[in-house]
Each structure stands twice: as C-alpha cells, then as structure tokens.
C-alpha cells in the first residue's frame, strides 16, 4: 500500500479503536490504569512515526512491513512506559499491543477495504469513516478519562472513636481515619490497592495483616497490642510511611515482618517508630527498602533482613537493641549505609558470639556494603560470622 | 435505464461489479459489446503468448473491493499457505487458470450476461438528460470502455510476410527475432528458447525491470495527487515515461536468458536480422485518434486532448461532458490520463469506483 499521510494517520486511528476497546475493559476489569495510558503511548508514538518517519521513508509499505515496524513499535512503547513510569505487567502490555497490531492488519487488509472501496487507490484514506474515527477516538479517551475518574478508590471515612474489629477491606478503597480514629481487635487487608491513613489499631492477632495482595499504603498508622506482629505482610506489596508500632510486652512478636515478597517488587518501610518485639523491622525472601526509621528496645534485632532478602537499610536510629542492632543475614546481600546504631547490649551471656551486641552483624553468608554508619556506642560494632563478607565504603 | 456501460471486456466487467456493489440491479445496467464472455480478448492474447502467469498480484482481480484477494482463492485451491505468505511479499502472482475461473465466477454471480447487449455501439452523443449511444437512450450515466485501439505493428514490419504480432496466435520458427521490451517480449523470448529457436531481441532500449506496469504508488493517491496536478504537456510527457516498456526483474527471466546467452542462442541486436520469423511484441496503438468511438466522441463534442490523450477529470470523467445529472467516464487504456496504470485490473476497479461515486451523488438518480 503506498499510503497517504491523511491515509495513514486515519487508519491508524481507526485501528486503535478495538484496542481502546480492550484496554478499557481491561482497566476496568482490573482497576488499573496502565492499559489506557499505554494506549496514549502508542496513539502518540505511532503519530510521531508516521509524520516523521513513515510517511518520508516509505513511499510503499509492503505486507511484510509490518512485522519490523510493529517490532519497533513495539519495542518503543516498552521504553516510553518505562520513562514515562507507566507500572504495566510487561506480559500484558505486549499481549495488548500484539492484540492491536493484528486488528490493525485485519482492518487493514480485509476490513477498511471491504468498506470503502477506494481504501487502498486513495492511500488509506477513509473519508466520513476516518473522521467518524478520529471523533470516536477522541470520546473514547474521554470516556477513559470519566472511567479513570470513576475508578478512583472511595474513601471510608472512620470517624474519631474506637471500632470494633476485627476490620477486613475486601475492596479497593482508602480507609482514612479522622483524628482519633481506632480499630480494636487489627485490621485485615483482603484486596490489591488499599490505602489506610490515619488509623490506629489496637490489639488484634497482628496489628494489620496483608497476606497475598498488592499496592497496599499504610501512611501513618499506628499499631500497638498485637498478639502476633504488628504489622504482618506475606506475598504482598506495601508501602509502609510513617507509622508506629508498639510492641513493649510481647518478646516474640515482629513490629512489622514483610517476608515472601521477592516476586513482587520492592517494598518500602519509611520513618517509622517501632519500639519492643522480637525484630523491630525484619524481612524474609523480600526486597524492601528501610529508611528513616527509629527502632528500639527489641529483643533480637533492632533491623533484620535475612533469608535471601536484597535491599537497603539507609538514615535508620537504632537504639537499645538486646545481642544485634542490624542484621543482614542467611544469603542476604544489604547496603547498609547512613545508620545510626546506639546501645546495643550483649545477650551472649550463654556462649553465643553473634549475640555479643553488635551494632551491625553480617551472618551466614550474608553480604554486606557499610558506609557512613556510626556504630561506636555499642557492646561491640561490627560482626561478621559463617562465611559472611561485609565491605566498608567510604 | 440509467446507467450503461460501452465494452463488454475485463474494464467493462469490472465496473459492472462495482455497480453491482453498489446497489444497481441488472436490469439498471445495459453492457454493450461484441462478446458475451468479458475475458474473450484477454484470454485469446494470453494464450497467444503462452502467459501461465499474471504480472499484476493477488489483487488483480474483478472485484470491487481488493479484499478478498486471488491469494485466498488460491489458498483455497491448493490447500497451502504459501499463496498467503507469497502476497505478504509482494511475490504472489496468480495463474491464468486461476484468474481465468474467478471471472468466470464473477460472471455467473452477478448476472453480467443478462445486462449484455450484442451490440458494437459506434457512437456516444450528448443530448438533453443524458447521453445516447447509437441514438439508443438517454443514459444518464455512461462508462466507455473499449479497450486497446488494437495491436502496434513497426511500420517496416506491417507487410513483412515473416511478421506475426505476438498477441496473435502463432509457432516459433528456428530463428526468431523479437521486436520490444516489455513483458509480452519477455515471455517469447522464453517461449521461443522453450520451443528450441535461436533468438534475437530487437529493442530501441534496454527494458526497465519493475514489478508492475507502473510504480507502485502510482497505484493510490500517493503518487497520483502530484501527477493530476502536473500541467498538460508534463503529465503527457510523465505518462510516456512511465508507460515504457517493462517486465519484473527476478530469476524466471534472467536465469534461461542467461544460459541461452551462454549457448549463443540469445542475443540483442539493433536491427532485424534475417531470422525466419519476427515477433512483434510491441503491444497496442496508444491514442484515441485509432479508436473510431472515441474520435468521433472529441470530434463532435470538441473535446480538450493532449498528445492523443482525451483530458480527463482525475477520476476519470469527461468533465466537459459530465456534471450533477449526467456522467460521461472512460475505463480502460483510454483512462490513462487519470490513472496511468488504466489498462491494468487495479486501473479498471479505480475507473469503477469512480464512476460509482458519479453515479452515487448524481441527484437524479
């Protein structure tokens, strides 16, 4: 086909239709947006190619084209989502673009000229039908826009006062408490993308439990009573800012434990204050980044992150921790960096050397990159055990 | 009767299907022409120079829209993907036989024989309310199609008794020379190798290799928007240009050239030689002047011409003829000047269609 440049831009809009089409199924299906902001990318990308590029280059476009051009499509689409900070499940993303491209050979091949019959003479140019889809487009983003509108999450608002739990959000939503706002007996987190502000949780088995879902904020929540941990993420996402877990009185609980998460990206613990516990902050098998928080007054480690975890432990206070301050152990690999250990105590009283209060232990063939952390007012400051390897940076 | 088309070949045939698609009934639509069967002229030529193969793709065909293609028939029939991946390449070529069903299926769909009228129709006049044709009518809405003017004979050969054209049947001597360089050349250069001859190509130029007739973007309006707006004498001399002599580059020609060159009995040369039989592949008369219908149409209607070109309006109608009530359109060799590749298959559809949308908008109908 030797394409017009009126005649490419109208087919390619109307080949977008149908993929408009799925995306928007596919976000509301999934109350994600990603489908419809990848849609943009290649409304846009596809525009500036065919001015820039195509139209210059090609003065005839045979079948074959197709397939390098859509590779090329396709692979600038998975850049721009990734500059543009689009979150899309890369499987899904290409599963929707190849969807696209076959409907735009479909149409293009048998479709557009079956109902225009000069579609190929006139360079794919299709008339009333090319300007009725450039207007269909041009509503259907609208449309995506109202849709992106009425998928925002509701807001709960929990009124000052304590609420009976336990509480389990079964939905996507944002539970924001007002001043004074508590739920005794924990909450439970049963669905990907909640949001709580705002809230305190008394007493509960863990403080907030998030087993098996994702994008989950905890922004400014308080926990303290838990029977278990305080706050207890297992398969899952989180973003936890600026919380507080009291966990004075219960020797055997985590204050916040996120274990078994490798496989679903980074989570993140930030300026919180956890006091008591077993493990002030611990990870297992997850890659999480620990930072600006003050931990205190736990019973085995201020910070642990261990059992094959990766992430960093970055501008942390630890105080009075009893046998280690932070640990990076069991297979692990940790930067630790910017710390601030204090007062580590020994616990090894009953012969155990790695309880000899370190401000910062590398265990079992953890590894370990340290730089800028104070660690002088400790028991001792750095243990390094079992075939671990721990390197300063300056 | 509204609406007639002059010509019962493959261009009449193809705006018959158009029409039909359209939404006119047969009996909306009068044929007239000498033969019932529209391939009958192509099918006699073909065969003349033993064509096993069409130059144009797979959708070179009688349809109105290009979808589906002859590729999918050819799926189809030999029950292989390969005619599929082929046309994705640009490398499907149907047969002949293959062609040569689809329009006999076409023929017997759309109910062409029962729109024919056995009839030369010799001359078209405007009147009042349309157009009639041999003082038959009025039609508001007539499309002429009537083919090549005839065959191109070099005037130093029309009487020479060892001359035959190559569109008309014939054998091969043991020395033959060919006269063009276009691909009815081509293919007897081939034929006459196949059938044993020594043979010897005379041609006034070396042949452009081109997958097709034309370029391609000639094909859509890419490249046609900038040829209607060249002025007359540039567009007269573009279409000479672009309408030289030519066959598709690629091994089926080169590789038996190449070997008979080997072999001493393939070789290029000026002149005619003294060879027992000359062909003349030197395609058809070009220009209306050669088509008594269409003189006759310029004489009495005075209408514009250029280098043997009737003017036409670039979807192919006689504006000076033509306005909101009437049409008056050329398919066929004749249409080049809208459409330089007129006299091919995707031509003859271009003409159909824009003879439907004359049709369609006309506020008569």
């Known amino acids: 086909m030797s394409y017009t440049l009126r005649g490419r831009i109208e087919s390619r809009l109307a080949a977008l239709l149908p993929v408009l089409v799925a995306a928007l199924a596919i976000a509301l299906s999934e109350h994600r947006w990603w489908p419809l902001q990848a849609v943009g990318l290649m409304l846009g990308a596809g525009l500036v190619l065919d001015t820039q590029a195509y139209h210059r280059v090609l003065r005839y476009q045979p079948g074959w084209a197709a397939l390098p051009l859509g590779a090329l499509e396709l692979g600038l689409l998975v850049l721009l ?51 009725a889809a450039a ?27 304590v609420h009976q739990g336990p509480l389990v959000i079964t939905r996507r939503e ?26 305190s949780v008394v007493g509960g088995e863990n403080g907030i439990s998030i087993e098996g879902y994702r994008n989950t904020v905890l922004d400014h929540v308080s926990v303290s009573g838990a029977k278990l941990d305080g706050i207890h993420v297992r398969l899952g996402g989180v973003m936890i800012k600026d919380c507080s877990v009291d966990m004075l009185g219960n020797p055997l609980g985590q204050g916040i434990d996120i274990s078994y998460n490798i496989g679903v990206g980074m989570s993140m613990v930030d300026g919180c204050n956890v006091v008591g516990g077993m493990n002030g902050i611990v990870t297992h098998s997850s890659m999480t980044e620990i930072a600006r928080n003050h931990v205190s007054r736990t019973q085995i480690a201020g910070i642990s992150m261990t059992e094959m975890s990766m992430g960093k432990i970055q501008s942390n206070e630890v105080r009075d921790a009893l046998g280690v301050g932070i640990n990076c152990g069991d297979r692990s690999m940790c930067e630790i960096r910017k710390n601030v250990v204090i007062g580590t105590r020994s616990d090894a009283a009953g012969g155990n050397k790695t309880r000899a209060g370190f401000g910062v232990e590398v265990l079992f063939g953890a590894e370990a990159e340290l730089s800028g952390n104070d660690l002088t007012r400790n028991a001792a400051t750095l243990g390094v055990f079992q075939s671990s390897l721990a390197r300063r940076e300056r | ?17 158009a029409l039909r698609r359209g939404g006119l009934e047969q009996g909306e639509i009068a044929v007239f022409g000498t ?20 130059r144009s793709e797979s959708d070179g065909h009688t349809r109105p829209a290009t979808f589906p293609g002859l590729a999918f028939s050819s799926v189809r029939r030999r029950r292989s993907l390969r005619p599929l991946v082929e046309s994705v390449c640009d490398r499907y070529h149907p047969t002949v036989d293959e062609f040569l069903a689809h329009v006999e299926e076409r023929r017997e769909r759309s109910g062409w024989d029962q729109s024919v009228r056995a009839r030369r129709v010799e001359r078209v006049e405007a009147v009042d309310g349309g157009l009639e044709l041999d003082g038959e009518g009025p039609f508001a809405h007539v499309l002429v199609a009537p083919g090549h003017p005839g065959l191109a004979w070099p005037e130093e050969l029309r009487i020479d008794p060892r001359a035959v054209h190559a569109y008309e049947p014939h054998g091969y001597a043991s020395s033959v020379t060919v006269v063009g360089a276009g691909l009815a050349a081509a293919t007897e250069w081939l034929n006459a190798l196949a059938a044993g001859a020594e043979v010897v190509s005379v041609r006034r130029r070396e042949p452009r290799r081109a997958p097709l007739n034309v370029p391609r973007e000639y094909f859509s309006q890419r490249g046609l928007a900038s040829f209607h707006r060249l002025a007359p004498g540039e567009r007269a001399a573009r279409l000479r240009d672009l309408l030289g002599a030519s066959y598709p580059a690629g091994r089926r020609f080169d590789e038996p050239l190449e070997r008979a060159a080997r072999e001493g009995r393939f070789r290029v040369e000026q002149s005619v030689n003294g060879s027992e039989q000359v062909i003349c592949a030197t395609g058809f008369r070009r220009g209306f002047a050669h088509d008594p219908l269409l003189a006759r149409l310029v004489t009495e209607h005075g209408l514009e011409t250029v280098d043997g070109w009737i003017v036409l309006a670039p979807d192919g109608a006689v504006a000076a003829l033509s306005d909101a009530t009437r049409t008056l359109a050329l398919a066929g060799a004749p249409a080049q000047w809208a459409f330089p590749a007129a006299d091919t298959l995707a031509g003859a559809r271009y003409a159909a269609h824009g003879f439907l949308r004359r049709i369609a908008s006309c506020r008569t109908r």
């Open chain 1, 174 to 199: 944002v539970l924001s408490g007002e001043p004074g706002a508590i739920v005794r007996g924990g909450i439970v987190v049963r669905a990907n993308g909640v949001t709580i502000r705002n809230v």
């Open chain 1, 135 to 161: 207007v269909l487009l041009g509503v259907g983003l609208a449309a995506s826009a109202s849709v992106a509108y009425a998928l925002r999450p509701p807001v709960v608002h929990l009124a000052a006062g």
């Open chain 2, 35 to 54: 033969e019932a069967d529209p391939a009958a002229t192509w099918r006699v030529r073909a065969a003349a120079i033993r064509q096993r193969e069409m």
């Open chain 1, 81 to 131: 989502m990734h500059v543009t900070g689009v979150m899309a499940p890369l499987a899904q993303a290409i599963a929707l673009f190849a969807g696209g491209w076959l409907a735009a050979q479909l149409l293009g091949h048998a479709a557009f000229p079956l109902l225009r019959l000069g579609y190929a003479e006139e360079g794919g140019e299709l008339g009333r039908l090319g300007a």
């Open chain 2, 1 to 17: 009767m509204g609406v007639a088309i002059v010509g019962s070949g493959l261009a009449g045939f193809t705006a018959y299907q």
